[in-house]
């Protein structure tokens, strides 16, 4: 089983400022079959980013992914106000036995 | 417009068993695999299952193979967890989520349905 693991745990910036978040995985994540969602309080999940690199529908240009193998980002350029959530990386595996899918712990985006 | 409608969640104790079940509809459910993840109350994202469009892949997280059986009636649009030997660490708002066309991520999740396991 793929571990992916999230950094930081908590980070604290202000409106306006880049936020980094990084996902780290225990082993190569094939095809770049890495997802990012951002999740408010209260409500579901939302997808942002599918395939490392590639915006869902409907999301704003300033947030992008990056990265492949192991190691993937997601930045938000400029922090709007309700871009304040809990952010979480997901990889997409199969196996003989079928579907092998992990979440990371998350990284908590907060006001500074 | 798609839309999840998870039901079936509750109290129970521990060692029974429980069935949820997610109602789809806005989109043509035989097109896609679907998903439920749950999370633990103040806690993270845990994916629990998997189901492909015709039910030929199936898949479980460690933590939860042997005890649950996710299933599919596309002629109800409807998907399902059968839950059994219920743990106190299977408490959680259980969430159906539908996969993306590309198959890789989620596009769609219900508002989720708790489970508490409790004597």
């Known amino acids: 089983e793929i571990v992916l693991t999230q950094s930081p745990g908590t980070l604290s910036l202000s409106p306006g400022e880049r936020a980094t978040l990084s996902c780290r995985a225990s082993?190569?994540?094939?095809?770049?079959?890495l997802a990012w969602y951002q999740q408010k309080p209260g409500q579901a999940p939302r997808l942002l980013i599918y395939?490392?690199?590639s915006r869902a529908t409907g999301i704003p240009d300033r947030f992008s992914g990056s990265g492949s193998g192991t190691d993937f980002t997601l930045t938000i350029s400029r922090l709007e106000p309700e871009d304040f959530a809990v952010y979480y990386c997901?990889?997409?595996?199969?196996?003989?036995?079928?579907?092998?899918?992990?979440f990371g712990q998350g990284t908590k985006l907060e006001i500074k | 417009e798609v839309q999840l409608v998870e039901s079936g969640g509750g109290l129970v104790q521990p060692g029974r068993s429980l069935r949820l079940s997610c109602a789809a509809s806005?989109?043509?459910?035989?097109?896609?695999?679907m998903h439920w993840v749950r999370q633990a109350p103040g806690k993270g994202l845990e994916w629990v299952s998997g189901?492909?469009?015709?039910?030929?892949?199936?898949g479980y997280a460690d933590s939860v193979k042997g005890r649950f059986t996710i299933s599919r009636d596309n002629a109800k649009n409807s998907l399902y967890l059968q839950m059994n030997s219920l743990r106190a660490e299977d408490t959680a708002l259980y969430y159906c989520?539908?996969?993306?066309?590309?198959?890789?991520?989620?596009?769609?999740w219900g508002q989720g349905t708790l489970v508490t396991v409790s004597s």
């Open positions: 189901i492909s469009w015709n039910s030929g892949s199936i």
């Open positions: 082993q190569s994540v094939s095809s770049s079959y």
């Open positions: 806005g989109f043509t459910f035989d097109d896609y695999a």
């Open positions: 989520a539908k996969e993306t066309d590309y198959g890789d991520s989620l596009d769609y």
């Open positions: 997901q990889q997409y595996g199969s196996s003989p036995g079928g579907f092998r899918w992990t």
């Open positions: 395939g490392a690199s």
